[in-house]
């Protein structure tokens, strides 16, 4: 149709066209360079996973000991005490959402290299769904900042924060950057793609 | 609703463009209460309410009350063989100080007060001129951008959650009690979801361009 429209305000300019008048956004047809970003931000945010889940998250000190405990270990240990209501959730949003975010992303940034138009509706819902649930998995920041500003109770017992704490908080970071990279519009594209009389540059 | 617009000698001013899927309508304003939906995709385009920009007015008031309530008060007590500790949520923003983790204190601190404070803050200012059916605010255009950019990190509400978590957590280790600020973060909480529920970004833009046209 030879129009760009804004991703922002749902404007639309005639082809061309670099920055959106109403809203100052700028206008790419398709943003060539949104997978690079993805795919780089998806990096960073899976090289910082790893750190998190080895080195302690929380450093609880009591009368006698000091305990160290990761991720995956303080959730076992709160099970193993009986809260598996909690240990789940924190299971769920520490491991199993992190990772169902790298999965998730790297799936949609890899079937829009590889044109299928099948299941566009399902890649759109699931897109929708990294984008709101990602900023659940900071859930865990907050608990470790909770923790270790509430108890201190001087000799008695305190909870400081270890190192995984910085990179789970930088590898929750990354992973949400990763998923506003991604151009949702290039789900769509495909079916253009396959559809040679389609129209490109904007689908109606 | 917006019809499928086959044609293309349509004005451009005539045509709106779901952000999500880039297929193309015919704008046609819906009513108040009623919403137009791209037909491809499933994303809401424009949903305008009654008295929306009011309403938006009056809980963004609310919210920065309590963000500054909530920050002050302290929001978790805890209680533990005569050791007694209450903390804000500054203190717990504030956990990470020292070493490299300052940026995590300060990150922390963002996310919870300043950035939802920034949100509410520039929403009203945004929306208090077109309100008043005044002309828009200085730089009203950068400043709805930046609300919107903001909008994934603003995290109060999982905050809150995560308050619950580190109760249980330390449940055995001491007595623990909800200070106020957490019921006004709980409060807080709904408010913002309500007023995402009434903004209508599409509303917004379109009264931001009007005037400068005429």
Redesign the interface.
């Known amino acids: 149709?030879?129009?760009v429209?804004?991703?922002?305000?749902?404007?639309?300019?005639?082809l061309g066209t670099q920055v959106c008048g109403?809203?100052?956004?700028a206008l790419v047809s398709r943003d060539r360079m949104s997978l690079q970003r993805v795919w780089a931000f998806w990096v960073l945010g899976v090289i910082c996973y790893v750190p998190a889940n080895i080195y302690p998250m929380l450093k609880t000190q009591t009368l006698f000991q000091v305990d160290e405990s990761t991720i995956i270990g303080g959730a076992v240990e709160?099970a193993t005490?009986g809260?598996l209501g909690?240990a789940a959730?924190?299971l769920f949003a520490s491991v199993v959402i992190p990772l169902g975010k790298f999965w998730a992303v790297a799936f949609l940034a890899l079937s829009v290299q590889q044109p299928t138009g099948r299941g566009?509706?399902q890649r759109?819902v699931l897109y929708e769904i990294v984008?709101y649930i990602?900023?659940?998995s900071?859930?865990?920041?907050?608990?470790?900042?909770?923790?270790?500003?509430?108890?201190?109770?001087?000799t008695?017992?305190s909870i400081h924060?270890g190192t995984a704490?910085?990179f789970f908080?930088l590898s929750v970071?990354f992973t949400?950057l990763a998923a506003?990279a991604f151009d949702?519009?290039m789900?769509?594209?495909v079916q253009a793609k396959t559809k040679p009389t389609g129209d490109r540059g904007?689908?109606? | 609703m917006n019809d499928l617009a086959p044609d293309t000698s349509l004005p451009l001013a005539e045509l709106i463009v779901c952000p999500q899927c880039d297929a193309a309508y015919h704008l046609k304003v819906p009513a108040h209460g009623e919403r137009a939906i791209c037909q491809r995709c499933g994303k809401v385009l424009i949903a305008p309410r009654r008295n929306a920009g009011l309403r938006i007015i009056a809980v963004s008031l609310a919210v920065v009350f309590l963000i500054t309530g909530a920050a002050v008060f302290p929001f978790l007590t805890i209680d533990a063989a005569g050791n007694k500790n209450a903390v804000s949520v500054i203190d717990a923003a504030l956990a990470f100080v020292g070493g490299p983790m300052i940026l995590l204190s300060l990150t922390t601190a963002a996310l919870i007060i300043v950035v939802p404070l920034a949100r509410m803050l520039l929403t009203i200012y945004v929306l208090v001129p077109l309100v008043l059916d005044r002309p828009p605010a200085r730089h009203a255009v950068k400043a709805f951008r930046l609300s919107e950019a903001l909008r994934p990190w603003s995290m109060a509400e999982i905050f809150v959650i995560g308050c619950a978590i580190a109760l249980v957590k330390v449940a055995d280790l001491a007595t623990v009690g909800f200070g106020p600020a957490f019921w006004m973060f709980g409060i807080l909480v709904v408010l913002v979801i309500a007023q995402d529920n009434f903004m209508c970004k599409w509303s917004v833009w379109n009264a931001l361009e009007r005037p400068r046209r005429s």
């Open positions: 149709m030879g129009i429209a804004c991703t922002r305000c749902t404007k639309a300019w005639p109403r809203c100052g956004h709160l005490h809260n909690i959730i924190i566009r509706h759109q984008e990602g900023r659940w900071m859930i865990d920041i907050f608990v470790v900042a909770i923790l270790s500003s509430l108890v201190q109770l001087n008695l017992a924060p704490a910085m908080a970071i949400m506003q949702s519009r789900i769509w594209d904007s689908e109606t």
